[in-house]
């Protein structure tokens, strides 16, 4: 997955290319093992808004599951969440 700061105001899409499920298989278990060759399959959009349509509409997986379905727009909500961190981290 792409790098990810928790207050830098941008969201992260990852859209995997081609065949949906084969090449999601694919894809997780290239990112479970942490190899580059996860990255030939996956475009990344970055912004503080993003609107995605596809044709025919398809499902969104959030987090690994199935949470949405195109189209979606996500914008990004600041100050929604409060993160505690111990000091000296």
């Keep these: 997955m792409e790098a990810a700061d928790l207050d830098n105001g941008e969201i992260i899409v990852e859209?995997?290319?081609g065949d949906f499920?084969?090449?999601l298989v694919t894809s997780w278990t290239a990112s479970l093992f942490r190899l580059r060759?996860?990255?030939?399959d996956v475009v990344v959009f970055r912004g503080s808004s993003i609107r995605i349509e596809t044709e025919p509409n398809l499902p969104i997986?959030?987090?690994g599951e199935v949470l949405a379905h195109t189209p979606v727009t996500?914008?990004?909500?600041?100050a929604v969440i409060?993160?505690?961190v111990p000091?000296?981290?």
């Design 15 to 17: 859209a995997v290319r």
């Design 37 to 40: 060759t996860r990255r030939d």
């Design 87 to 89: 000091r000296g981290v």
């Design 82 to 84: 409060e993160v505690m």
């Design 61 to 63: 997986s959030i987090d």
């Design 21 to 23: 499920k084969r090449r």
């Design 74 to 78: 996500a914008h990004v909500a600041p």
